[in-house]
């Protein structure tokens, strides 16, 4: 039996929790309006505006003038989010966290000690609520794909149950849309075959499935059937970390993309430390002014050492040359090749540089985690954010 657990407007929630002068206001979590941000999470009384989340700010203040923006503090969601996690290992050790708001839960074998499936369900919300103050809805089904969709079903505060025995009339008369994997691409593909409903995915044959979708037929065959077999994996070590970061205004000054790169890379190194994993390959995404984007990865011993990325990730930059006179609109840093395995020995000298640095890293990880962020600079980035240079046609000769 699993359970979906997934908080309801998750940072938007905290943040009102947070501050109650916020509550029954239109409240979103993400960038300024006057700048390029987008909503990363939406009250349920902005989502009454038609806000949601990943819309433009812009477009948001559009449709609510009244909205009330807020910056978010991710470092804090996940603190709350590591609390929230507690309760689950409470129920079992079988938790596989989908991001910071949601989680899949395995309760099969937790049914002597705490109850069925929905009972546990309903007493983890219960317990989120007591500690958190914060609401979450919850999916119970006999497998992950159902009990993701259930959900989602009744947001806020739902508890929806999917009988092992009512399998497909609860799936029939869904959309489409709710099925893992069908994004807006094979969704067309769908409607060109006459299919919106999972009752009308089901109706077609495997081959005729298969001739119009390609490689993903059977796992769609399956899904609309409700046979999902993949079981819930704590602990997953994810396939990448990344961290990028959009500018106010067009970047021509490599100084400031090389301090924006230290900010990532510190980032980008302290996730991949929190979770004690180290990376192979460093990716640079570069993206712009006409939306042109570029990567260049370079792979290296594995590492999580904020100055190994920094190092790797600043040679890959020099190496794509000089943006004097083309501007940057956004600027990412990601690890790939991720592993739990330490690198292999290095010689004494490097070793010994290597433990400086992972005391060093050390150090500034603690620092961050009880001041935030902000708190700590490591020198070279300092202050960039106000070092921009807006026009390059104004005094940017060399
Ligand atoms: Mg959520």
């Known amino acids: 039996m699993i ?32 700048g390029r941000g987008v909503i990363s999470a939406a009250s349920y009384e902005a989502r009454k505006f038609g806000i949601y989340s990943a819309m433009p700010s812009r477009e948001a203040l559009r449709k609510c003038s009244s909205i009330v923006f807020i910056k978010s503090r991710m470092a804090h969601y996940a603190a ?18 989908l ?25 983890i919300k219960t317990k989120i609520l007591a500690e958190t103050g914060l609401i979450a809805s919850a999916g119970v089904a006999p497998n992950k794909f159902l ?15 999917v009988d092992p025995a009512d399998i497909q009339n609860f799936l029939d008369p869904l959309s489409i849309s709710r099925v893992w994997g069908i994004g807006p691409k094979t ?22 499935l298969q001739s119009n979708i390609g490689d993903s ?26 961290h990028e970061h959009t500018f106010p205004v067009d970047i021509y000054d490599d100084e400031v993309l090389t301090a924006w ?73 990601g690890t790939a090749n991720l592993s739990r395995s330490a690198p292999r020995q290095l010689s004494l000298f490097d070793q010994e540089d290597k433990n400086k640095q992972s005391r060093v890293d050390e150090i500034s990880d603690s620092i961050r985690d009880k001041f935030g962020q902000q708190s700590l600079n490591r020198g070279s980035n300092l202050e960039h954010e ?13």
Do not use: W
């Open 3 to 34: 359970i979906h657990v997934d908080m309801d407007a998750f940072y938007a929630s905290v943040e009102i929790r947070d501050n109650p002068t916020l509550i029954g206001k239109p409240v979103v979590v993400g960038g300024s309006p006057s």
């Open 80 to 97: 709350v989010s590591r609390k929230i996690r507690q309760i689950f290992f409470e129920f079992t050790s079988l938790v596989e966290p």
């Open 99 to 123: 991001s910071l708001d949601e989680a899949f839960l395995d309760v099969s074998g937790c049914k002597r000690l705490f109850g069925s499936g929905p009972d546990i369900a309903q007493q």
């Open 147 to 161: 009990a993701k969709i259930a959900s989602d079903l009744h947001k806020p505060d739902g508890l929806t149950i």
């Open 187 to 208: 969704q067309q593909k769908f409607t060109r075959l006459g299919v919106q409903t999972i009752l009308q995915l089901r109706q077609l044959d495997l081959e005729t």
């Open 217 to 242: 037929a059977q796992h769609f065959y399956n899904l609309a059937r409700g046979i999902d077999s993949r079981p819930v994996v704590p602990d997953r070590i994810t396939k990448s970390v990344s």
């Open 261 to 333: 790169l230290h900010e990532l890379t510190d980032l980008v190194g302290r996730r991949l430390r929190r979770h004690d994993i180290f990376a192979k390959t460093v990716q640079l995404k570069l993206r712009y002014d006409d939306f042109e984007t570029i990567t260049r990865r370079k792979t290296i011993a594995a590492t999580h050492s904020t100055k190994t990325l920094f190092e790797t990730a600043s040679q890959l930059l020099s190496d794509v040359g000089r943006h004097s006179r083309r501007g940057v609109r956004l600027i990412g840093l």
């Open 386 to 398: 106000i070092r921009l240079r807006p026009d390059p046609r104004i005094g940017n000769e060399e």
